[in-house]
């Protein structure tokens, strides 16, 4: 019973941006959209979440379409460091619940 | 900065032996977690706990124990290890005023011959 979808893997270029997709058709209103990533060996990190409006950190940015129903994580300028698994998740917030993560995407940065 | 550590990056055991994973948080957070990971699996959830005492079942529970006796440590305990229980353990804990963000220790790869 996944809530999100998205292909198992991706390349991306060094220094190029990396367009991570993610389905989730049936998210609900309260329902946000997390993403993670995990490095290989190391347990896995935060990067963003959002719910509705378009969101930006240091990291990468978060572009939700408008009826919800998918999002795309953006890598503005990928580093062979940002080769990693990443996972989207959809989950509502500050709730003693959760967070099951998916097989996520392998995404491999190439020089 | 929020730390999570767990008591052993690796570990080998053998069938039958009573195995405790150790996962402890020092931010004072209420939920913790445990995941096992496996090739082409990702991470499944095994138990978590939103407060002391607290433990809820995740996906795959079955063979697992666990323990929340103080509210900065969370223990994984298997009763009677066995070798479909090698994997990698990873504990994470969230919570806070104002944070909803999970933060995950490095993992325990158990080998269990």
């Known amino acids: 019973d996944a809530k999100t979808t998205q292909p198992p893997s991706m390349d991306c270029a060094e220094g190029r941006a990396a367009n991570l997709p993610c389905n989730h058709s049936?998210?609900?209103?309260?329902?946000?959209v997390y993403w993670y990533r995990q490095i290989h060996s190391q347990g896995p990190q935060y990067i963003i979440h959002?719910?509705?409006n378009n969101e930006t950190n240091e990291m990468a940015s978060l572009i939700i379409t408008e009826d919800r129903k998918s999002s795309t994580l953006i890598l503005p300028h990928a580093t062979l460091r940002d080769t990693a698994v990443y996972y989207c998740?959809?989950?509502?917030?500050?709730?003693?619940?959760?967070?099951?993560f998916g097989a996520g995407t392998r995404l491999t940065v190439k020089p | 900065d929020v730390k999570v550590t767990q008591s052993s990056r690796y570990l080998v055991k053998r069938t039958g032996e009573k195995v405790f994973l150790e996962c402890v948080q020092d931010m004072d957070h209420e939920n913790m977690f445990w995941y096992r990971q496996d090739p082409g699996l990702g991470l499944r959830l095994i138990y978590f706990?939103?407060?002391?005492?607290?433990?809820e079942k995740g996906d795959i529970p079955e063979g697992y124990s666990v323990s929340r006796e103080k509210k900065e440590r969370f223990s994984l305990i298997l009763e009677s290890a066995s070798t479909n229980q090698t994997s990698m353990y990873l504990c994470a804990s969230r919570g806070g005023k104002g944070s909803d963000t999970q933060y995950f220790g490095p993992g325990t790869r158990l080998t269990v011959l």
């Open positions: 998740i959809v989950r509502v917030p500050y709730n003693n619940n959760d967070m099951r």
């Open positions: 706990s939103y407060d002391v005492k607290m433990k």
């Open positions: 049936t998210i609900s209103g309260n329902e946000y």
């Open positions: 959002g719910l509705k």
